[in-house]
Nanobody, 115 residues
């Protein structure tokens, strides 16, 4: 499985961005998809995950109410809509899935929020 993330960029505080992550190589409709992020000098942390059907989303407390995760299984793509962005959201964002005992990570997309 290859995961290709895009959509990052520079935005002012209070702004919005939408990240996308497209999977190729095999179908991912049977697997949970998630987003993680890593800020400079910090460990990678969980941001959000979406169930196989897309019916349920799970969020870190720090993004709950501001971020929304969704997926389109026909396009093998997971999205992260990020609203009310704050400088502390600045990080490299990675998509991830877990298939048969192995983690698959995207290459990361930089999100920078200026104050």
């Amino acid at each position: 499985v290859q995961l290709q993330a895009c959509g990052g960029g520079l935005v002012q505080a209070g702004g919005s961005l939408r990240l996308s992550c497209a999977a190729s190589g095999r179908t991912v409709s049977s697997y949970v998809l998630g987003w993680f992020r890593q800020a400079p000098g910090k460990e990678r942390e969980f941001v959000a995950a979406v169930s196989r059907s897309g019916g349920s989303g799970y969020y870190a407390d720090s993004v709950k109410g501001r971020f929304t995760i969704s997926r389109d299984n026909a396009k093998s793509t997971v999205y992260l809509q990020m609203n009310s962005l704050q400088p502390e959201d600045t990080a490299v964002y990675y998509c991830k899935t877990y298939i048969r005992g192995r983690d698959y990570w995207g290459q990361g997309t930089q999100v920078t929020v200026s104050s």
